[in-house]
């Protein structure tokens, strides 16, 4: 059976273009081989479009427990330094609160 992509990829010619919170393409060269890169820049090749996607995969999940280490030590730093009026103030009481005031202020999607 033929491997089925897991991501939603815009496909044009040999370009796989993957946007999202990074700009991945992968490409297929004249050698057979796919060429992916990250925001423009060359990452490297892979012998198959599989491998190439799940290295994708995994520079994502690792954006997203960067993502969360940033958040869970911003909300334990406003626990230690602010205090707590002006945290319930401002319904801070979860990291997760973090996340919604900052994509109130930014206009996350969903």
Same mark, same amino acid.
């Given at each position: 059976?033929?491997?089925?992509?897991?991501?939603?990829?815009?496909?044009?010619?040999?370009?796989?273009?993957?946007?999202?919170?990074?700009?991945?393409?992968?490409?297929?060269?004249?050698?057979?081989?796919?060429?992916?890169?990250?925001?423009?820049?060359?990452?490297?090749?892979?012998?198959?479009?599989?491998? =190439? $996607?799940?290295?994708? /995969?995994?520079? #994502?999940? !690792?954006?997203?427990? @960067?993502?969360?280490?940033?958040?869970?030590?911003?909300?334990?730093?406003?626990?230690?330094?602010?205090?707590?009026?002006?945290?319930?103030?401002?319904?801070?009481?979860?990291? =997760? $609160?973090?996340?919604? /005031?900052?994509? #109130?202020? !930014?206009?996350?999607? @969903?």
């Amino acid at each position: 059976m033929a491997y089925v992509p897991r991501l939603n990829w815009i496909v044009k010619d040999d370009v796989w273009t993957f946007n999202g919170p990074a700009n991945f393409e992968i490409v297929l060269l004249k050698t057979g081989q796919y060429g992916l890169t990250r925001n423009g820049r060359y990452r490297s090749t892979f012998d198959t479009f599989q491998k =190439a $996607e799940q290295q994708i /995969i995994y520079d #994502l999940t !690792v954006d997203l427990e @960067d993502s969360a280490l940033a958040i869970a030590t911003t909300y334990a730093y406003l626990r230690d330094c602010l205090p707590a009026n002006i945290m319930a103030d401002y319904g801070i009481d979860s990291p =997760a $609160e973090i996340v919604r /005031i900052a994509c #109130l202020e !930014v206009g996350c999607d @969903d």
